[in-house]
């Protein structure tokens, strides 16, 4: 089993619509979890953090905790087509005394007009 | 906040050659910082994990006498691709975190084709 797993994609959603990417986990000892995003041919740029249950609100993103069921998401509300990437949910995993950051392989978000 | 500058963007060279890629935090000192590769359509893979004034942690596979790294201070990390090969041309992307549960933030990344 990966420990951070996610559906591959393509997810195809039209503008304006909500987004919903999901993620989920395998080691309980993860504290802190991230979604990053990362257009083709550049770096992933972080878009949010979230380290305890429930939801946290940036703008258009909501993360979405639930360390009972091991499981992170993503909403995008009003999706535009600038939008559109591949999202990156990470969690930091206790590894040999430091923090190692683990990330999933990715969701490709496209929003079409 | 939270700005990390990757330098060169890009680096064409010849076989044989090494390359030096800095990564460096503008306006946060980081405890630890980390190099990726990454190839096309690939994920992040984590090369090694760099503390100031310690020696690197490389991952299982990675070669450390090939990827030289230097943690010399808070704000400035150095890979040095020796003697590089054509299989060694990809993405590499530095990144850096202030403290053990906060994110990390990546530079830009440096695109490398060896020839």
């Known amino acids: 089993q990966k420990e951070v797993e996610q559906n591959s994609g393509p997810l195809s959603v039209p503008e304006g619509a909500i987004a919903s990417l999901n993620c989920t986990y395998s080691?309980?000892?993860?504290?802190?979890f991230f979604w990053y995003r990362q257009y083709s041919g550049k770096s992933p740029e972080l878009i949010m953090s979230?380290?305890?249950?429930g939801d946290k609100e940036d703008g258009r993103f909501t993360a979405q905790l639930n360390k009972a069921s091991q499981y992170v998401s993503l909403l995008i509300r009003d999706s535009q087509p600038s939008d559109s990437a591949t999202y990156l949910c990470a969690v930091n995993l206790p590894v040999g005394g430091y923090n190692k950051l683990i990330f999933g392989a990715g969701t490709r978000l496209a929003v079409h007009p | 906040g939270a700005v990390v500058s990757q330098h060169p963007s890009w680096v064409i060279c010849k076989s044989g050659t090494s390359v030096k890629i800095e990564c460096r935090s503008l306006d946060f000192q980081a405890t630890t910082m980390f190099w990726y590769r990454q190839f096309p359509k690939q994920s992040l893979m984590l090369m090694a994990t760099s503390n100031e004034g310690s020696k690197a942690t490389y991952e299982q596979g990675v070669e450390k006498d090939k990827f030289l790294i230097n943690h010399a201070s808070l704000t400035l990390s150095t890979l040095t691709v020796t003697s590089a090969h054509p299989e060694d041309s990809s993405f590499y992307i530095c990144?850096?975190?202030?403290?053990?549960?906060?994110?990390?933030?990546f530079g830009d990344g440096t695109r490398l084709s060896i020839l």
């Open positions: 990144s850096a975190r202030k403290e053990a549960n906060q994110p990390q933030h």
């Open positions: 979230i380290y305890s249950n």
């Open positions: 080691d309980r000892g993860s504290q802190s």
